[in-house]
């Protein structure tokens, strides 16, 4: 069963950056999907970014285009958040799902089986 671990949250400064990374483990193949939510409370999870294995396209969230780049790292089951332009209304829990196959809805949290415990992000002077 595949396992899902982010790291690389914490508190940052309007205009800053942050990097967030995900290292999936445990499964007898890549995941074929792997993607960013995030969500506050009493808020349901949103899409942030999201990545086929086999693709080198990436899917962004109207909120974050231009701002959050996901990348991955080659023959490794790990990808990567990089956050630029920060301001309050991106603080949020952000967890990293992923599923086997592709799912045309791939910005539904639904159609994830898989997701991680989540890392905090705060930006905030």
């Known amino acids: 069963q595949v396992q899902l671990v982010e790291s690389g949250g914490g508190l940052v400064q309007p205009g800053g950056s942050l990097r967030l990374s995900c290292a999936a483990s445990?499964?007898?193949?890549?995941?074929?999907?792997m993607a960013w939510f995030r969500q506050t409370p009493g808020k349901e999870r949103e899409f942030v970014a999201g990545?086929?294995?086999?693709?080198?396209?990436?899917y962004y969230g109207d909120s974050v285009k231009g701002r959050f780049t996901m990348s991955r790292d080659n023959g490794k089951n790990t990808v990567h958040l990089q956050m630029n332009s920060l301001g309050p209304e991106d603080t949020a829990v952000y967890y990293c799902?992923?599923?086997?196959?592709?799912?045309?809805?791939?910005?539904?949290?639904?159609?994830?089986?898989?997701w991680g415990q989540g890392t905090q992000v705060t930006v905030s002077s």
């Open positions: 799902a992923s599923r086997p196959v592709w799912h045309v809805n791939y910005y539904n949290p639904n159609v994830y089986d898989t």
């Open positions: 445990g499964g007898t193949s890549n995941p074929w999907v």
């Open positions: 990545n086929r294995w086999d693709a080198r396209r990436m």
